[in-house]
């Protein structure tokens, strides 16, 4: 897994809010410091919303950092708690970490490509955003 890890994801990078967001993590929109000249990303809360994936690190605050906005991509997940199949939808955590969304009206930021039931996994997915409809 590389910066340049997919060839059919388009990626972009932003200024970030955050003194430290780590690769392979979900980021959102940072509505208090973006303008309309410049976007900021922090790093998504629990169920956030996502704009999109980091594919590296930052360790500072106010510096850029490369984000998946769409396509497949690698996502640090934690499927300790509930275990995530291929084809689970996932959401942010507190950490910016994939785990399963199962609630009904959940925002979703991606589709986990992989199994996961292990704290820290990296696995593919598909950055798809929606929200989690539950059949009746």
């Known amino acids: 897994m590389s910066a340049s890890e997919g060839k059919a994801t388009r990626q972009a990078g932003f200024k970030c809010s955050d003194s430290t967001i780590s690769a392979y993590r979900f980021v959102t929109v940072d509505a208090s ?24 690190s930052t360790a500072a605050a106010d510096r850029t950092v490369g984000v998946n906005l769409e396509g497949v991509c690698f996502l640090e997940v934690d499927g300790s708690g509930t275990a995530i199949a291929a084809g689970d939808r996932l959401k942010s955590d507190a950490d910016g ?3 399963k969304s199962a609630a009904d009206g959940e925002e979703y930021g991606a589709i986990a490509l992989a199994a996961s039931s292990a704290d820290g996994d990296v696995i593919p997915v598909m950055i798809a955003r929606g929200t989690q409809s539950v059949p009746a």
């Open 33 to 56: 410091n973006s303008t309309a000249a410049e976007t900021v990303v922090a790093l998504a809360g629990a169920g956030e919303l996502a704009l999109g994936v980091t594919y590296e």
């Open 97 to 99: 970490m994939g785990v």
